[in-house]
């Protein structure tokens, strides 16, 4: 299973206009790739709350698992913006990280539409057994200034092996 883990914060307008985005993609792959492919949304901030999040998930009509951080998944992933992406194998290796668009080019600049779904194509092309190209791009959005830090002991219940190079 792949898991398509995305960074947010519930204040941050990128990752309030990306929700739109990630919420089609959700459907997408729940529809077309079932039980492939687990979404979730990570709150590293350590001053959100649950309520905050639900409020969030409410708001912004998501269906997909939100959860606040409390493992320090960005700490161990060296996340920096919110909204960021990685797409992790099953052995916790990050075979895509960036954005989940090119809606934004720079901090509060925006196209009207996407030209490059940078997301969508990292996962199609690993379920194709295809190498992802680019592996890597720059996600644009609000800094992660705060963040709990990585807890090993927690970490390895999703990862019972490690997380490859931690």
């Not at 960021?84 to 290796?93: A, I, R, Y």
Request: charged fraction near 20%.
């Amino acid at each position: 299973m792949w898991k398509v883990w995305v960074f947010l914060a519930p204040l941050c307008p990128i990752c309030q206009d990306y929700t739109f985005y990630l919420n089609a993609l959700h459907e997408e792959w729940s529809t077309n790739s079932p039980g492939q492919i687990e979404m979730v949304g990570w709150f590293p901030n350590p001053n959100v709350s649950q309520d905050q999040l639900d409020a969030f998930a409410n708001h912004y009509a998501v269906e997909w698992e939100l959860a606040l951080d409390t493992a320090g998944w960005s700490d161990v992933l060296e996340a920096k913006w919110t909204p960021e992406v990685f797409v992790l194998d099953e052995e916790g290796v990050v075979q895509y990280r960036g954005r989940v668009n090119d809606l934004y080019y720079a901090l509060g600049k925006h196209r009207i539409r996407p030209r490059k779904q940078d997301l969508a194509l990292a996962v199609e092309q690993l379920m194709m057994g295809e190498k992802v190209e680019p592996s890597v791009t720059n996600a644009i959005g609000c800094p992660i200034e705060r963040r709990i830090p990585y807890s090993d002991s927690l970490a390895r219940k999703t990862f019972p092996a490690g997380m490859p190079g931690f």
